[in-house]
């Protein structure tokens, strides 16, 4: 990993063999997109806040890239909105685990100031019997669904 400022930019290299089952299903499913749909979505600037779970999606989608270095998808884990200029898949973790009023507040906040087309933060909320729930939050621009 590079880091500058507060962005960090992944350089991505060939998966292990143990990952190879799980990606060629993923491969084939990804055969379906189109060279012109890749380009739409390469040419956007695409914002995904986590914590926990949400890391592991990123690393599958930097495991795809490995194993298709044609893909034009740019990947650039920064929570600095002025990082976010050009088009790319950022990521950042945001706010506190257990805590979910600080992952809105800092989704809203990076966001809010139109810095992606696109825009999607997930966390799970564990109860007290031990289940999970998923409230979704998502927003583009600076119009924030929450």
Known sequence: MDAVGDQT??????PGENDRGALQSALLALADVTADEWQ???ARRVFFGYQ????NLIEGIEDVLRSCPDLPLRIVESNDPSAMAEPGLYHARIGENGHP??????????????VADLAEASWGIA????????????????TVDA
């Open 127 to 142: 109860a007290h019997d031990g289940t999970l729930s998923w409230p979704a939050r998502t927003g583009t621009g600076a």
């Open 52 to 55: 926990s779970v949400g890391a």
């Open 101 to 114: 009023e600080t992952k809105r507040r800092v989704f809203v906040d990076i966001v809010g100031r139109g």
């Open 40 to 42: 739409r979505l390469a």
């Open 9 to 14: 930019t992944r350089r991505v290299s060939s």
